[in-house]
């Protein structure tokens, strides 16, 4: 007897849990982590803590509604964040009896933005006496954020991802564990961030920028505050940017990646990362990974001071690898057609998450460096069983000038000979993000409704060296254009079951801007779903809160390239559009500002163009509602099925 398989929908995907968090316990011998679900009645996402004994296989649900948790150094209790009886903070739960969680800390969260890679983290002092955590000093910033009321504005970073700054300092404190006693470390005008404790529980490092004017760079530096008087050094003073320290097990060393270049952004950056190590006791700096030509965003130590692993993007993978303090050696760990992150290193054994076309995030577990995987969850995979999964493959193809260039391909797994299917074409956003080896729910939900799925990964994707991340260095709509046109026609060559005459585009953000691009360059698409859209670079400058993003991507002011920005912008050849397009954003978006989608949409209507326009409220650059994302979801489909089915 055979069952029919169940098709992945817009509907039953949100019903799919995912993993994360996982820490290995000191000992090694136990797991924590996340398991995330939304409540199919309340449509309200929850996350519980998971404790996994990795010896008997036995798992406990601690707590409910808890995040980010972290073992105490004597692994006998577990800190985490939530929000018990509306106080939102840092608990611990002591695993030797059954008592509540008790509140070491209260966090206040502020809404400025810091960047992307600034990380508000806390973490237990070595000694297990302490926690220091980030946290929003409410003695500061604006007391009232009343939407009616005048707002009298002083500075350039003005406005939040959502709304306007509370300008409230994020600040580092240290929590004593057993009296909750907190104190300041960083009572300053500047805000602070991404701690380490020494392993002698009496120095933190962290990242802050202490220019004159933080708003107008982003000049991070490494900063040292003592614990016990909160007395502070800063140990760089580089133009560049220097993210997220690592400080090693014995005391010697910071690990960091960073980049050079006097400009750059909070938002996506064209230079790739690399990682440096600053020696304590003699300030020396020396880049680890001079001869590697990729994306690095952070490394994690082993315990032996020497070696640390660290993961990058490489070819649509997630890869993981390994480096020396002492040499050059950089060797993979995990390096397969797949996703890999979230690294947890206890003594030999390395915790990750690990997606790939198939198969969502789960858990996994090494002790000889890769050699061995155990898959240690199956909540997602355990959910697909009995469901229809798309085919996804990679294709290499030569674009104009002969670059290299890879795209993927998703498609039904049960297309009819001879039969012909209607493609849609996702682009990326960034411009610096790229598609890969993971499960994707958009591209599944596509595919079972029969069409096929082209994503490429166009010059100023990351993953394929700095000179290719580069691509788009003052030409949004150049090189990475043509290498979509020509992935296009490639995939078509290749792929006899699609159909050239029904072709849709979409995108979000960078894909947003690319997508207005497209229908302005050619109408070989019969239909375009564009979100969170950038249209005019001019405009865009001075009303989103990355300002930083077109100076550093064009090489300066605005007032000094306005030529360049408009031959850019898609307003500018609004007039060549034909193709009927949905254009979707979020009203609190600040990323991209809703003024953007107005001005393509009034363009298009003006024009002619069949164009429709969905505002969603309380919404910004990604939305965070489930009934607002199934909502787009359903809209996407309806647009398309309306023009190509």
Avoid at 246 to 266: D, F
Avoid at 525 to 550: C, E, M, Q, R, W
Avoid at 623 to 641: G, I, Y
Wanted: net charge neutral; hydrophobic share 35%; proline share 5%.
């Amino acid at each position: 007897m055979s069952f029919a398989q169940e098709k992945i929908t817009e509907d039953n995907i949100t019903t799919m849990p995912g993993v994360g968090g996982q820490v290995l316990s000191p000992k090694a011998d136990k797991i924590v982590y996340t398991l995330s679900k939304i409540n199919p009645e309340t449509k309200v996402a929850g996350s519980e803590l998971i404790l996994h004994d990795l010896a008997t296989g036995k798992k406990v649900t601690l707590a409910m509604h808890a995040n980010d948790p972290k073992w105490s150094p004597d692994g006998n209790k577990i800190a985490f964040r939530s929000t018990i009886a509306k106080v939102s903070g840092i608990y611990v739960l002591n695993l030797s009896d059954k008592t509540a969680p008790k509140l070491v800390a209260k966090v206040a969260n502020s809404n400025h933005f810091l960047g992307h890679s600034a990380s508000k983290n806390y973490a237990w002092s070595p000694d297990g006496k302490s926690i220091a955590f980030i946290s929003a000093d409410t003695t500061t910033g604006n007391k009232d954020l009343d939407p009616n009321s005048p707002k009298v504005i002083d500075r350039i970073l003005y406005k939040s991802r959502t709304w306007y700054s509370d300008n409230m300092l994020t600040r580092l404190y240290v929590a004593d564990v057993a009296t909750g006693a907190v104190k300041n470390l960083t009572d300053d005008k500047f805000d602070s961030h991404s701690l380490t404790w020494s392993p002698d529980s009496k120095q933190i490092a962290f990242i802050s920028n202490h220019t004159a004017d933080p708003d107008n760079n982003y000049n991070n530096d490494i900063f040292i505050v003592d614990v016990a008087d909160a007395k502070l050094k800063q140990i760089t003073t580089t133009p560049g940017t220097e993210h997220s320290p690592e400080w090693s097990p014995n005391g010697k060393y910071l690990i960091y990646p960073a980049t050079i270049r006097e400009r750059n952004t909070k938002d996506s950056p064209p230079e790739d990362m690399k990682l440096y190590l600053y020696e304590l006791a003699t300030g020396k700096v020396k880049c680890l990974t001079t001869e590697l030509d990729e994306r690095l965003s952070g490394a994690t130590w082993a315990d032996d001071s020497k070696s640390f692993y660290f993961g990058f993007p490489k070819n649509g993978k997630r890869v993981i690898y390994k480096g020396s303090i002492d040499n050059t050696v950089i060797t993979p760990v995990i390096d397969k057609e797949a996703s890999v992150g979230g690294l947890s290193i206890a003594g030999n054994k390395i915790a990750f998450t690990m997606s790939n076309v198939s198969s969502p995030n789960e858990i996994y577990l090494t002790s000889n460096n890769g050699k061995t995987i155990t898959q240690l969850t199956s909540e997602a995979t355990d959910w697909l069983k009995g469901k229809t999964i798309s085919k996804t493959e990679s294709f290499w193809f030569k674009s104009f000038d002969g670059v290299k260039v890879q795209g993927f391909i998703s498609y039904p797994a049960n297309v009819t000979a001879g039969g012909k299917l209607p493609v849609i074409h996702r682009i990326h956003g960034g411009p610096h993000g790229a598609f890969g080896y993971s499960f994707t729910d958009m591209n599944e939900i596509l595919t079972a409704k029969g069409y096929a799925v082209i994503s490429i990964n166009p010059r100023g994707s990351t993953g394929y060296g700095q000179k290719f991340s580069d691509g788009t260095y003052q030409a949004w709509g150049g090189g990475d254009f043509q290498d979509l046109m020509k992935g296009m026609d490639y995939a078509l060559e290749k792929y006899t079951f699609l159909d050239k005459d029904r072709l849709g585009v979409t995108g979000g953000s960078y894909g947003g801007f690319m997508t207005n691009w497209v229908v302005t360059q050619t109408n070989r698409y019969k239909a375009a779903v564009t979100s969170a859209s950038v249209s005019n670079l001019i405009s865009f400058y001075g009303t989103s809160i990355y300002p930083d993003l077109i100076e550093t991507e064009f090489g300066g002011m605005p007032w000094d390239n306005y030529a360049l920005l408009w031959h850019f912008s898609p307003m500018a050849h609004i007039k060549n559009v034909k193709t009927p397009t949905l254009i979707i954003h979020g009203e609190n978006d600040m990323d991209v500002p809703i003024t953007q989608a107005e001005e393509f949409f009034i363009g298009l209507k003006k024009l002619g163009v069949p164009a429709k326009f969905i505002r969603y409220p309380n919404e910004g650059h990604g939305f965070t509602q489930p009934k607002n994302r199934l909502h787009n979801t359903k809209q996407l489909l309806s647009w398309f099925d309306q023009y190509l089915q």
